[in-house]
Nanobody, 127 residues
Framework: QVQLVESGGGLVQPGGSLRLSCDASAFTLNKYTIAWFRQAPGKEREGVSCISSGDGTAYYADSVKGRFTISRDNAKNTVYLQMNSLKPEDTAVYRC????????????????????WGRGTRVTVSS
């Protein structure tokens, strides 16, 4: 059974950094495209970043471009989201999601494109 488990969330001050991890089990991550989404209270789920399994191409939402970096370690079956220069508006529950595809595609930011999800890790940016 495909399973994704996120970790690394927590409370951080504005301007700080966190690294989220998405650990995959029961499937080989290098054949799957992985994305990170987030959802703040009262807001819709937002696609944050996606990394293709085929060539490692990464995509980012405009709101995080230049501050967040997605990467993958296929040997560890893990995808990371390095978040720098965090802002209060980054506060949300972050979830990783996967689909058996080599590329993110132009609809990578749409939750409906993914068929397996983790339960999420909470990130709070506050002073």
């Amino acid at each position: 059974q495909v399973q994704l488990v996120e970790s690394g969330g927590g409370l951080v001050q504005p301007g700080g950094s966190l690294r989220l991890s998405c650990d995959a089990s029961a499937f080989t991550l290098n054949k799957y495209t992985i994305a990170w989404f987030r959802q703040a209270p009262g807001k819709e789920r937002e696609g944050v970043s996606c990394i293709s399994s085929g060539d490692g191409t990464a995509y980012y939402a405009d709101s995080v471009k230049g501050r967040f970096t997605i990467s993958r370690d296929n040997a560890k079956n893990t995808v990371y989201l390095q978040m720098n220069s965090l802002k209060p508006e980054d506060t949300a529950v972050y979830r990783c999601a996967t689909v058996p595809s080599y590329y993110c595609g132009y609809r990578w930011h749409a939750p409906s494109e993914y068929d397996h999800w983790g339960r999420g890790t909470r990130v709070t940016v506050s002073s």
